[in-house]
């Protein structure tokens, strides 16, 4: 070779490990300044690290949390359930995340409900090295919700001593009324029974009135015991038909499928269903037109429907008429449809209401027929 150097040159691109080195720098940051509280962990779910709103959030320092494991933040709140159905799917390969509320606990003992997002970390492979935790903290959306519930149920007592103090003192009026008229001297036979008649009658409306209130206020399981539902259907109808004040001229037609097994279902909770709704009906047709019932089984249903020849609800009408102190009467609590809706949700059923403006109404009544009323 004589005095001649060879120098050999091996030269290797780096771009793009500076551009990976840069995500990766990124990302870091991201996970340590994130607002949301973050903490990553190994395959074995060790704590590898955890970003600063962790931190401020839960009173561990880095060096507390680092090495341990989240069980550290875990609150008795969260069912078992919770973290069985969170590790099955941030392990499965074809899921790999997990998403939901659970309740916390800061190093103070503090409860913290937060919306957690768990993700697998896995390598080229395909493999799993690691899960990235992130959390938001749900206490003052919680807080809100809170105060907005309790001002609504403040409301609704509200609404429900308004209706009380009215649907009481018309009965009430009329009986003291009748109680002092009823202490003259002088009366004759007649008006003495016609005092006595009042406070008969109106007693009575006091006493239903207040029952409403009580079975809304405080409403009872159902009890499900197998029975026939055309059975109680007969018994509600024959009740309708013998009170002729309510009933008026209406024509009243059923037609109950025979086939229809027993199922189970609360009898007496039933009937009050079935009474509100047709009272509903007849009082909606003052005295005069049609009412049919029909039973029928479908899809492992039991159906109810009432039809009347009434004049109909107005379309902006049916989706409050399940509304508590709702109604269109002149007399009435606005209890017996809420009710009703009530009771068959109880059951695992559902109301439907069809109705247009002068061509009456229809009520559905979808009731499981299934053990256990599911």
């Known amino acids: 070779m004589g005095d001649r150097t060879l120098v050999l040159g091996i030269a290797r691109d780096l771009t793009a490990q500076r551009q990976y080195e840069r995500r990766a720098l990124a990302f870091y940051q991201t996970f340590l300044n994130s607002n949301d509280f973050m903490f990553y962990t190994d395959r074995a779910g060790v704590i590898l690290d955890v970003n600063a709103a962790f931190i401020r959030r839960f009173g561990f320092s880095r060096e507390e949390a680092v090495g341990r494991t989240p069980s550290i933040v875990r609150s008795p709140k969260t069912p078992l359930a919770t973290y069985k159905r969170l590790w099955s799917d941030i392990l499965d390969s074809n899921r790999g995340f997990w998403r939901g509320r659970i309740v916390n606990r800061a190093k103070d003992g503090s409860e913290v409900p937060v919306l957690l997002s768990i993700t697998s970390v896995r390598d080229p492979k395909g493999d799993i090295v690691g899960f990235v935790s992130s959390a938001v903290d749900m206490s003052e959306q919680e807080e809100l919700q809170r105060r907005l519930a309790q001002s609504e149920a403040l409301a609704a007592v509200g609404s429900m001593a308004a209706v009380v103090a009215h649907e009481i003192r018309n009965p009430l009026g009329s009986i003291v009324t009748a109680a002092s008229s009823s202490a003259r001297e002088g009366l004759s036979a007649e ?71 027993p199922f189970p279902f609360d009898g007496d909770l039933l009937r009050q269903v079935l009474w509100n709704i047709l009272i509903n009906a007849l009082q909606a047709m003052e005295g005069k037109g049609r009412l049919h019932v029909v039973t029928e089984a479908s899809s492992g249903q039991a159906v109810i429907r009432v039809s009347d020849s009434g004049p109909g609800i107005p379309a902006e009408s049916i989706p409050k008429i399940f509304q508590p102190f709702h109604t269109s009467k002149r007399r009435g609590t606005g209890l017996g449809l809420p009710i009703a809706e009530r009771i068959v949700s109880a059951h695992g059923g559902r109301i439907l209401v069809e109705s247009e403006p002068g061509k009456g109404t229809l009520f559905s009544v979808f009731l499981p027929m299934k053990e256990g009323g599911a």
């Open 191 to 261: 008006e003495r029974r016609t005092l006595l008649e009042v406070l008969r009658k109106e007693s009575q409306r006091l006493s239903e009135t207040l029952q409403q209130f009580l079975q809304y206020a405080r409403p009872r399981d159902p009890k499900l015991e197998k029975a026939d539902l055309n059975e109680a259907l007969r018994e509600v109808l024959s009740l309708v038909r013998s009170d002729r004040g309510l009933l008026g001229s209406v024509k009243v037609t059923e037609s109950l499928a025979p086939g229809l097994k």
